[in-house]
């Protein structure tokens, strides 16, 4: 993860306007709970997804061509105004790449997320998670069959699965202990190219038989 060192006459808006982010996922990202800052602070900025995923019930969202603040909020099962007070939006206006901090509460939305990987496609991630490719471009918003690695799709969610959040000392063999389930399956499911999990990571773990 990248950081940044506050120097003089800096703010979290002009920062997070210069790493083409916003405000509340420098401060989720950082766990700040005020604006201030001072100087020669440490930030941490986002550079992929899974490094991205602050450690609480959030999700960052990277806009795509097409998206407006409405559409997103109804994706994700938040009003509209939750998702403007979150990110702190002074518009309702868009930038292609910005990211938004999604709200990610207990029981509010039915669906999974999953992060492209390298070697993914629309018709491997349906044929994972028996779904379809239609299914998950109309979920997704998306107009073509291209995907961006790092870039967060919505699954329709079966009772096959169940999301977990790593921990501090987890360990894939340590989650697939509790779950009863094996390292393969999370692996497979996740389409992980090494053993290593990160605090804050979103896994997919399969329901044990």
Do not use: H
């Amino acid at each position: 993860m990248n950081t940044y060192i506050v120097k003089e006459n800096d703010n979290l808006y002009d920062i997070a306007k210069q790493f083409n982010t916003s405000v509340s996922v420098l401060k989720a990202l950082n766990n700040l709970e005020s604006n201030i800052l001072q100087i020669g602070q440490e930030l941490k900025l986002p550079t992929s997804i899974v490094e991205e995923t602050p450690p609480s019930d959030y999700l960052i969202y990277t806009v795509k061509p097409g998206d407006n603040l409405y559409n997103i909020a109804k994706t994700y099962g938040i009003t509209l105004e939750e998702l403007i007070n979150f990110n702190e939006q002074g518009t309702t206006l868009l930038k292609i790449g910005e990211q938004l901090l999604i709200p990610v509460k207990a029981n509010d939305t039915n669906n999974l997320t999953y992060v492209v990987k390298p070697g993914d496609t629309l018709y491997n991630i349906a044929k994972r998670y028996n779904t379809t490719v239609d299914t998950l471009k109309d979920l997704n918003n998306l107009d073509s069959n291209l995907l961006k690695i790092g870039e967060t799709l919505i699954i329709p969610e079966t009772s096959n699965y169940q999301t977990y959040v790593v921990k501090d000392n987890d360990t894939l063999e340590s989650i697939a202990d509790y779950f009863n389930v094996t390292t393969e399956d999370i692996e497979r499911v996740n389409n992980m190219l090494t053993d290593d999990v990160l605090i804050g990571q979103i896994l997919l773990i399969p329901k044990s038989k």
